[in-house]
């Protein structure tokens, strides 16, 4: 074969002017120390571009074999004796650390977007992943120095969340009842957990709360299911609006409202690892008769507020708002009483004081998971119904 490039180049010229319109191009790709057998036409002439980055050897006389170099994009012609003339487009890429390539191809099995090609020296990564691959991937990069990382962050599906809510006003001398092991060293709001493993404990608090029910010493003030966007705040209001008269600058008489009754907001965001953190406010406010202002009743509120992580179906209960109710009655004897002297001997007097506390139960799951306990929850429900049918008629035949 001719190798010398000066030959090539006149025979280059002459052939693309003559025959442009025979022309092949092939692309061929190769890592540095990779070698590949090529067939090529019996006879013909091969001439390199740069043979820094390739070395290619004739072996029989219709087969070459290149071998790649150092990283670089380089070409070489193949011209057959009919004058056919074929060019070679070799790119030679940088040899990649074996586990590197095995860490980086168990991405792209979970991370659709993620794409992976060559760059001279640089393996170079590009499209989306998640924020956990995403941290996987700046990792990778601290190590190999020839890992160039041009992937972005995913923004994550703002997935649904169901929040299932119960306010319940239970009596002070009661609260234990519900089976769980307050704080009691703390001030201010309390926290109890209960998630899906713990289903009997759940079941447990909702009969418990139920037999209160029916005792008279404890009722359900509130029970909304709200739904909304992870992010997004969910709010819900039980009760009315009082009318307070303010006087305006130019003295005339406004009226403005105060609401007052039950009012919920709660604000669930769905972290990257499936938990879900909270921000509830609760809110319960009466009227209050015995303090007023020109006729209007003040408002006696009960706040809470708490900052909390569960995972999706875990169950939190808030306490620790208390009120404290309390006053006198008398009994008389109509008549007798009011006789002096004697008349307090017809007169009982008997003081009433009545403690209760207030308890936020709040159920966070998202409206996936939601579906999938249904699901299942309709899959054993059928099994169920099955295995009861297959044993009646087992229990005909015999």
């Given at each position: 074969m001719m190798r010398r490039v000066l030959f090539a180049a006149i025979l280059f010229c002459c052939v693309t002017n003559t025959m442009a319109n025979e022309l092949l191009q092939r692309e061929l790709s190769l890592t540095v120390g990779e070698s590949r057998v090529l067939t090529m036409t019996s006879g013909a002439d091969i001439t390199v571009v740069d043979s820094t980055l390739i070395n290619v050897v004739a072996i029989t006389s219709n087969r070459l074999l290149v071998r790649a170099l150092k990283p670089g994009t380089t070409a070489f012609f193949s011209a057959a004796p009919n004058h056919a003339l074929t060019r070679w487009q070799v790119t030679i890429n940088a040899a990649v650390a074996p586990q590197l390539t095995q860490q980086i191809n168990a991405l792209r099995q979970s991370e659709q977007h993620l794409a992976v090609k060559n760059q001279g020296e640089l393996l170079v990564l590009t499209?989306?992943?998640?924020?956990?691959?995403?941290?996987?991937?700046?990792?990778?990069?601290?190590?190999?120095?020839?890992?160039?990382?041009?992937?972005?962050?995913?923004?994550?599906?703002?997935?649904?969340?169901?929040?299932?809510v119960q306010i319940i006003e239970v009596k002070r001398q009661q609260i234990d009842a519900l089976g769980v092991q307050w704080q009691?060293?703390?001030?201010?709001?309390?926290i109890a957990f209960g998630g899906q493993s713990s289903a009997g404990w759940q079941g447990q608090i909702d009969s418990q709360i139920q037999l209160m029910q029916e005792r008279g010493v404890a009722k359900i003030l509130a029970n909304p299911v709200l739904t909304t966007q992870s992010g997004e705040k969910a709010g819900f209001l039980a009760g009315g609006e009082v009318p307070i008269p303010q006087i305006a600058e130019d003295g005339r008489t406004d009226v403005s409202y105060k609401p007052y009754g039950i009012s919920l907001e709660i604000k669930p965001q769905l972290t990257p690892q499936g938990q879900i953190v909270s921000t509830i406010n609760a809110e319960?406010?009466?009227?209050?008769?015995?303090?007023?202002?020109?006729?209007?009743?003040?408002?006696?509120?009960?706040k809470s507020q708490a900052v909390v992580t569960s995972e999706s179906g875990e169950r939190v209960m808030l306490s620790g708002l208390l009120s404290d109710d309390h006053g006198d009655t008398d009994e008389r004897v109509p008549g007798l009483a009011d006789i002096p002297a004697v008349g307090a001997a017809f007169t009982m007097r008997q003081q009433r004081r009545q403690q209760t506390e207030l308890l936020v139960m709040v159920t966070a799951i998202t409206v996936k998971d939601r579906q999938q306990q249904q699901q299942r929850l309709t899959t054993l429900t059928a099994e169920r119904s099955q295995w009861q049918n297959d044993a009646t008629c087992t229990g005909m035949e015999e």
């Open positions: 499209g989306q992943v998640s924020a956990a691959a995403m941290a996987v991937i700046e990792s990778l990069e601290k190590r190999y120095p020839t890992l160039l990382n041009k992937a972005s962050v995913l923004a994550p599906e703002r997935q649904m969340i169901e929040l299932n009691r060293i703390i001030n201010g709001p309390l319960v406010s009466n009227l209050d008769p015995a303090v007023s202002v020109a006729g209007v009743p003040g408002l006696l509120t009960r």
